[in-house]
């Protein structure tokens, strides 16, 4: 039944130390998101992907990689999370880009870096 | 000045009671509008698109002014579970970007 699923939905990482979060989707859709949502601020774009084309916020760390094998998964690569990369870390997809699409969000992963 | 602002609340409320929040954006050029819901400590889910002519989904109500350029989101009847974040988004100036409120957090009492 579940359509955007994130894990770990706990992911506690060492400063500098590379972690990998996963997104995996049983919607087809086109479009994948990757978010960082830090508590009581607005979720922030890092990056997407329509199909393969990666899109890079302009303003993302490079810090933050992401790789998409498939249609289906998507991945949000911290190379060296610092004390500041803690946060929760939502994954999205739309059917199509565009800014009238809804958006359908995964659980999250929420990142605690010690 | 942001280019969604949103009132953080909290706006604590009566159970039953009507209750409405703004949410203001500067890119007049904006053309899809919407409220999301965040549960505290989930994600956000789509609430409702906001339409040109306002639009009504039960007990929510929402309307756009383009002239002030905000949005707002009115509950009538409110229930213990409409106690949420909710969130004002607002297409950025590409044709993907969306832009995210901060929320407003609604607590509704019994």
């Known amino acids: 039944d579940a359509m955007v699923i994130q894990n770990p939905r706990y992911q506690v990482t060492q400063f500098g130390k590379p972690v990998t979060l996963s997104c995996s989707q049983t919607l087809n859709h086109n479009v994948m998101y990757w978010y960082q949502q830090k508590s009581s601020q607005a979720p922030k774009l890092l990056f997407h992907?329509?199909?393969?084309?990666?899109?890079n916020e302009a303003d993302t760390p490079d810090n933050f990689q992401s790789r998409r094998p498939n249609t289906s998964f998507c991945f949000l690569d911290i190379r060296s999370p610092g004390l500041g990369d803690a946060a929760m870390y939502l994954c999205?997809?739309?059917?199509?880009?565009?800014?009238?699409?809804?958006?359908?969000f995964g659980p999250g992963t929420r990142l605690l870096v010690l | 000045r942001k280019e969604v602002e949103q009132d953080p609340g909290p706006f604590n409320v009566p159970e039953g009671a009507t209750v409405a929040f703004n949410c203001t954006y500067s890119n007049s050029a904006s053309q899809s509008f919407f409220w999301y819901r965040q549960d505290c400590r989930k994600e956000p889910k789509l609430l409702m698109s906001?339409?040109?002519?306002?639009n009504e989904d039960g007990r929510f109500t929402a309307q756009l002014n383009r002239a002030s350029q905000y949005i707002s989101l009115l509950i009538r009847d409110s229930k213990l579970s409409d106690s949420a974040t909710y969130l004002c988004v607002v297409n950025g100036r590409s044709n993907y970007q969306l832009i995210w409120g901060a929320g407003t957090k609604l607590i509704i009492k019994p």
């Open positions: 906001v339409y040109s002519s306002g």
């Open positions: 992907y329509y199909d393969k084309d990666f899109n």
């Open positions: 999205a997809t739309s059917r199509e880009a565009g800014t009238s699409q809804t958006q359908y």
